[in-house]
């Protein structure tokens, strides 16, 4: 039988972090630089934009259209940005998994640039292709149902809407487990592999979902008191300078110019963000890897 244990594989991610914590800040380090190149590039695009973004969602009173154009004008910038942004994910995430899978591998905090990294940037686009076509699928398909079911009354309508998109999230959450090997999969073979974790998780994915949970709950009390700590001392900072907390929001508003990506607060903000993004990652990887070295099932 598989050898898998859902409370051990939610926790292995909090071990790899108590055992190399430099390495954890130099993965984060690699994410925030990716984190300001990406910013920098969106400010570029879609920066004169954003002032209009703000006014349309925090308006007294909104009106859905003015918003969806405003989310349009700045959505050149952000696609551009995430594109940018991949290749360190990418960068990240192989080392986290040289970290669990290569620890003699440990030079450099586990960072490279080669074959595996190549791989695992394939498979980010990959898995992100296929989740935009399936809920550009499932929004049509809900969208199309919920207008034949308001046929015969609003309250349907709404109805089959909701129970559409509750639908559509747990598909796409199942998808994410029943995929989950496909990360050290493709990394240990530095390239491209998706369905053997389709056949290699099945019958296990209950397990595997309550491993995920339990990680990424861990991971939000670990979050909350880590932006409790983050908050209370940017606030005390920014109190000492002669300034107010209502400042802390105005400054982590999306910035319009160059220059305000460089500010002393949405620094702070972004490197608190990109430690969050390399634990969490750690987390995940951790439940994946604890997987795929348990489940004995034959691909």
């Not at 493709?186 to 309550?210: M, N, Y």
């Not at 910035?255 to 430690?275: E, H, K, M």
Request: aromatic letters at 8%.
């Amino acid at each position: 039988m598989a050898s898998f244990a859902p409370w051990a594989a939610a926790l292995a991610g909090f071990r790899l972090v108590r055992e190399r914590p430099l390495a954890v800040l130099a993965w984060a380090g690699v994410i925030f630089l990716g984190r300001q190149v990406s910013q920098i590039l969106i400010t570029v695009i879609s920066g004169k934009f954003m002032p209009a973004l703000d006014a349309a969602v925090n308006a007294k009173t909104i009106d859905p259209q003015v918003v969806l154009l405003a989310y349009q004008a700045v959505a050149p910038g952000y696609v551009a940005g995430g594109l940018v942004l991949m290749p360190f994910g990418a960068i990240m995430i192989a080392a986290i998994y040289r970290a669990y899978l290569r620890p003699e591998e440990n030079r450099w905090c586990f960072l490279r640039l080669g074959r595996e990294e190549a791989a695992v940037l394939a498979l980010i686009l990959c898995l992100d292709l296929m989740a935009m076509g399936a809920l550009a699928f499932a929004g049509a398909l809900i969208g199309a149902l919920a207008n034949l079911a308001a046929s015969t009354g609003d309250a349907t309508g709404a109805l089959v809407e909701l129970l559409g998109l509750a639908g559509a999230v747990c598909a796409l959450v199942w998808g994410v487990v029943r995929l989950a090997l496909a990360w050290p999969l493709t990394f240990q073979s530095g390239r491209l592999v998706l369905l053997p974790s389709w056949k290699r998780t099945r019958g296990h994915a209950w397990p595997l979902l309550a491993a995920f949970v339990l990680a990424e709950g861990l991971m939000a009390v670990v979050a909350i008191l880590l932006f409790s700590v983050c908050l209370g001392l940017t606030g005390a900072a920014m109190v000492a300078s002669g300034g107010t907390m209502e400042q802390i929001g105005d400054a982590l508003k999306p910035p319009s110019v160059v220059a305000d990506i460089f500010a002393p607060l949405p620094l702070v903000f972004s490197a608190f963000q990109s430690l969050l993004l390399a634990l969490g990652a750690a987390t995940l990887a951790g439940v994946a890897v604890s997987a795929h070295h348990g489940l004995d099932v034959q691909a």
